[in-house]
């Protein structure tokens, strides 16, 4: 079965780091762009940050550029978001999501999604 | 990188169709075909619904449809059902190489 695992969530105060991880299993991690989807409480979907297969390619929205890191090993079939700086505004829960492989249609949406990972930042 | 445009809501009775739009820019909808939805119901993750604009995953039933035009994305829900209620949100690639979601629909069966 294919399946995502977050991890690494919990309290931090502002300014504070934390590291998130997503563990992979069931398919070849290595193979797929992945990506961090969060959701603050009560509000939409916001995209985070996305990671290209082999890491060559990095994107992160705007508003966590600069404050967060996404990373992989794919030794380790893990994907990571370092976060720092963090701020009242990043409570959230963040997913992991993986982009389709691309068979039969474009590789631009998520197929799979991890359960998630509650990250709070408060004093 | 703002969010794509949704109502908050819509609502319909049981056998109705209904329509979601998606309002967007040139830079995202309007630039490409990968426009996508997702489900979600409280407490879980989202679960994709239509992928390029228009294409269906294998599970999800054929009264979920998707269009576009122009700048603006459209999923319709034919044959409503109770069990059709959750959030929904449209997503784009952007010109970016980024992604931007839509601010959400909460869908009610009446």
């Keep these: 079965e294919e399946q ?6 919990g309290l931090v105060k502002p300014g504070g780091s934390l590291r998130l991880s997503c563990t992979a299993s069931g398919f ?6 992945m990506n961090w989807v969060r959701q603050a409480p009560g509000k939409g979907l916001e995209w985070v940050s996305s990671i290209s297969s082999s ?5 992160y929205s705007d508003s966590v550029k600069g404050r967060f890191t996404i ?13 720092s700086s963090l701020r009242a505004d990043d409570t959230a829960v963040y ?4 982009n389709s492989l691309g068979h039969r249609s474009s590789w ?13 930042v408060s004093s | 990188q703002s969010a ?24 995202d909808i309007g630039a490409y075909y990968y426009v996508s939805w997702y489900r979600q119901d409280p407490g879980k993750a989202p679960k994709l619904m239509i992928f390029d604009v228009s294409d269906r995953p294998s599970g999800v039933s054929d009264r979920f449809s998707g269009s576009k035009s122009g700048n603006t994305a459209s999923l319709t829900i034919s044959g409503l059902q109770a069990d059709d ?12 190489a980024t992604y931007v979601f839509g601010t959400g629909t909460r869908v009610a069966v009446l």
């Design chain 1, 55 to 59: 890491s060559n390619h990095i994107y």
């Design chain 1, 28 to 33: 070849s991690f290595s193979t797929f762009s």
């Design chain 1, 95 to 98: 997913y992991c999501a993986r």
């Design chain 2, 4 to 27: 794509l445009t949704q109502p908050a809501s819509v609502s319909g009775s049981p056998g109705q169709s209904i329509t979601i739009s998606c309002t967007g820019t040139s830079n």
């Design chain 1, 71 to 83: 990373a992989r090993d794919n030794a380790k079939n893990s994907l990571y978001l370092q976060m």
């Design chain 1, 4 to 9: 995502l695992v977050e991890s690494g969530g």
């Design chain 2, 85 to 96: 209620e959750a959030d929904y949100y449209c997503f784009s690639y952007t010109s970016s």
């Design chain 1, 108 to 120: 631009y949406f998520f197929d799979s999604w991890g359960q998630g990972s509650l990250v709070t």
